[in-house]
């Protein structure tokens, strides 16, 4: 009996001491490990996962698609997790799209976490994960895709890795594109299956952008362009074709173009708002517009011009040799003389010529909606030396950009008002109010110089052989020398060659200005380089936007 009753206090000793064991036990977890559990076991039933955005569509005038986002992801690797690399490398290789010795140096390095690539497809993603190697994952992206390839390249720009906007549109208006991204939060069981899923911060997609351009304008302008390059073999060449009524940019195209098409791609120059230059004989419209509107000259007004002229210690020709003759203000804008331009601007006198220059937007940005618009350099009135009204009324001397110049003639196009060019047209589909302009010639004025540019088109004018059947065109030629800038003087090599035209002449619909830098085989004339390409873009664009004939 007293043996039974010794196991029996053996046996419950046992079970105390093993229950005190657990409620020590209990206790250690609950309070001196408590807080370091609940953490561990709330990360392994609960994560929080961030929600990309897509980001907003970017469409030409017509709803043609320019740049969507689609679904993709970052396939990223733990070195340290991969049993194998090289067969790893092998297999990933060409789903990735990559090098596999550059894979294979991936997995191999001696850190956590590399990027194998980024944005990958969501299909050859989806690929590359069903291999079920070990230590890679994707994470979920949207991928910048450019359905007409290098279309308008360098206004629609690029988007980086971290998906946001670089250059062009899609960095002036990353924000809006852009859109906001959320946050999910998802709550798991013991086995891994989502129970729960909430999103306290829901995802906001970008909004989509409707651009005044017309992207088949846009195509036969760059195509214009690309001629001009493999004919004149230029620097770079810009072409603007605008609607003059309003300011909207139907196309705006430079060469050579460069891909915009691969996500991460070199940032692309826009030429038309960052490339200032001397603008020569295009910018003696703004001369003679000034003094026909102060009533100091007519278009019939009479001049007698020599072949050449003295101002302070430099003498300025005449393109070609003469005599002296007799021009009026319409024939000296016609066969671009130099020297009755330069007539004109002394009637003016330097501080009128001043105040024109300026009111015309020279000096300042247009405020188009594109990143890296330059102001151009104008001479302020105090700088003027005894020269520089020999130098400046020929469009020598100051620097401006060739949408500057496209905005300054959609003025006289549009019968005298002055207005801020764009290039968006609708925010989610809601129309952009045109940005209101104001009048800086009258009427009259405009309609006069628009008919003296078109002398320029006629017999005898700069650009005579530039015609379209049936259309009236105006416009002007220009050819400017460029500084050297070793010697700091006017190169005798390197020139910049422009046209800037409307028509139909009378009523002005479409207008179009092509600035072609260094040209280097041929022509260097405004007249023989760059005013035939805007003959060749204004004879498609014309009939296309059904401008009737004049």
């Excluded at 076991?41 to 609960?46: E, F, G, H």
């Excluded at 019968?415 to 010639?441: E, F, W």
């Excluded at 090599?493 to 139909?504: C, K, L, N």
Aim: aromatic letters at 6%.
């Amino acid at each position: 009996m007293v043996a039974v009753q010794q196991r029996i206090g053996a046996v419950f000793a046992i079970f105390f001491l093993l229950l005190s064991l657990a409620a020590g036990r209990t206790l250690y977890l609950s309070v001196v490990r408590g807080a370091t559990l609940r953490k561990a076991a709330s990360a392994q039933q609960l994560t929080t996962e961030t929600v990309t955005a897509r980001r907003g569509v970017i469409t030409d005038r017509n709803g043609v698609e320019l740049a969507v986002s689609e679904p993709a992801r970052d396939i990223s690797a733990d070195p340290y997790l991969v049993q194998n690399p090289l067969n790893a490398s092998q297999r990933l290789a060409p789903l990735l799209g990559r090098p596999q010795a550059r894979i294979l140096e991936e997995l191999t390095r001696h850190t956590g976490f590399v990027y194998l690539a980024r944005a990958v497809p969501a299909r050859q993603a989806e690929e590359a994960l069903a291999l079920k190697i070990a230590g890679i994952e994707g994470k979920p992206v949207m991928r910048r895709v450019y359905p007409r390839g290098d279309l308008a390249a360098q206004v629609l720009g690029v988007v980086g890795t971290e998906g946001h906007g670089l250059t062009g549109i899609e960095r002036s208006r990353d924000a809006l594109l852009g859109g906001h991204t959320g946050e999910r939060r998802v709550v798991s069981d013991a086995i891994g299956q989502p129970v729960s899923i909430s999103e306290p911060h829901q995802v906001a997609p970008g909004a989509s952008l409707t651009l005044t351009l017309d992207s088949n304008i846009q195509q036969r302008t760059e195509e214009v362009l690309t001629a001009v390059g493999q004919k004149f073999a230029p620097k770079d060449a810009t072409a603007i074709v605008m609607d003059p009524r309003s300011g909207a940019l139907l196309a705006v195209a430079n060469w050579p173009a460069p891909g915009a098409s691969v996500a991460g791609a070199a940032p692309p120059e826009d030429r038309a708002v960052n490339f200032p230059y001397e603008p020569g004989s295009t910018f003696k419209v703004i001369t003679v517009s000034g003094a026909l509107q102060e009533n100091l000259v007519t278009p019939a007004s009479t001049f007698n011009v020599p072949g050449q002229i003295k101002i302070a210690d430099r003498t300025i020709h005449d393109d070609t040799e003469h005599g002296e003759e007799t021009l009026t203000t319409a024939q000296i804008l016609a066969r671009s003389s130099n020297v009755g331009a330069i007539e004109i601007g002394q009637r003016e006198g330097a501080k009128l010529f001043d105040q024109w220059v300026r009111r015309f937007g020279f000096g300042k940005p247009t405020g188009v909606e594109l990143p890296g618009e330059e102001s151009g350099v104008v001479l302020k009135l105090s700088h003027y030396s005894g020269s520089s009204m020999g130098n400046l009324p020929i469009g020598q001397g100051e620097l401006v950009t060739p949408l500057q110049m496209a905005s300054a003639y959609a003025a006289v196009a549009n019968g005298g008002v002055l207005r801020q060019p764009h290039i968006i047209g609708a925010v989610d589909g809601k129309a952009a109010a045109p940005p209101a302009g104001h009048r800086v010639i009258s009427p009259a004025t405009a309609a006069s110089v628009r008919q003296m540019l078109e002398g320029v088109l006629a017999p005898g004018g700069t650009a005579s052989e530039v015609s379209i059947p049936g259309y009236q065109l105006a416009g002007k030629t220009g050819t400017a020398s460029k500084v050297d800038p070793t010697t700091h003087e006017y190169s005798k090599t390197a020139y910049v060659a422009s046209f800037i035209g409307f028509a139909p002449a009378s009523d002005p619909r479409l207008l179009c200005a092509v600035v072609v830098d260094e040209p280097q085989i041929g022509s260097i004339f405004g007249g023989t380089v760059a005013a035939p390409a805007f003959g060749e873009i204004m004879s498609f664009a014309l009939p296309y936007m059904g401008i009737g004939p004049s």
